[in-house]
């Protein structure tokens, strides 16, 4: 044990700690909901995953797997992230429009006050996605759990760019007055 704490200094213990520990405490959390009310409709917990100091949660109003066990992407994705990394608004802000400016995004809008951050981006249709598609987040930084999103995906078919608009302000407000939990 003496070996191993010397390889490992006590600074880096406290780091890994205070990355660790926080996601083990959302991953392993029941205060985690199952299930969550957005736009008067039920969305079923389908998938969790922690990478590195990020959790990310998946509901869904339909089961992602088909009759013949194929992965079916649902129409409707509600996405909840928690990140223990200590940043502020503004650097995430930032780290987003260098992104966003990187990859080919039909519509970008990204905005952000002290408090929180939205975003909304449109996804031309393309060879790997046929359809028009539309991401609107809205962010946070928690004092006690790190930053926390919550994004909604939904698939545009036989639509345009204006009207993708129009309805992704409309989720963006909802977004904005939602009852949705902010905190594990």
Request: proline share 6%; net charge positive.
């Amino acid at each position: 044990m003496n070996g191993y704490l010397n390889v490992i200094s006590k600074n880096n213990l406290i780091k890994l700690g205070s990355l660790v520990l926080p996601l083990f405490m959302v991953a392993c959390s029941s205060n985690i909901p199952t299930q969550v009310e957005f736009q008067q409709q039920n969305y079923q917990l389908v998938h969790q995953q922690i990478l590195g100091g990020m959790a990310h949660f998946v509901y869904t109003t339909h089961p992602l797997v088909g009759q013949n066990n194929e992965f079916k992407r649902p129409e409707q994705l509600l996405d909840w992230f928690v990140d223990t990394q200590k940043m502020s608004i503004e650097k995430r802000f930032n780290i987003r429009q260098n992104f966003f400016q990187k990859h080919h995004t039909k519509w970008l809008k990204l905005s952000y006050s002290p408090q929180q951050i939205t975003s909304v981006v449109i996804y031309q249709p393309s060879q790997q996605l046929p359809f028009w598609q539309a991401d609107i987040s809205l962010g946070k930084n928690l004092p006690s759990r790190g930053f926390v999103q919550w994004q909604y995906s939904f698939k545009g078919h036989n639509t345009n760019l204006i009207k993708l608009l129009w309805q992704s302000d409309n989720v963006l407000q909802q977004l904005k007055n939602s009852p949705l939990p902010w905190s594990p």
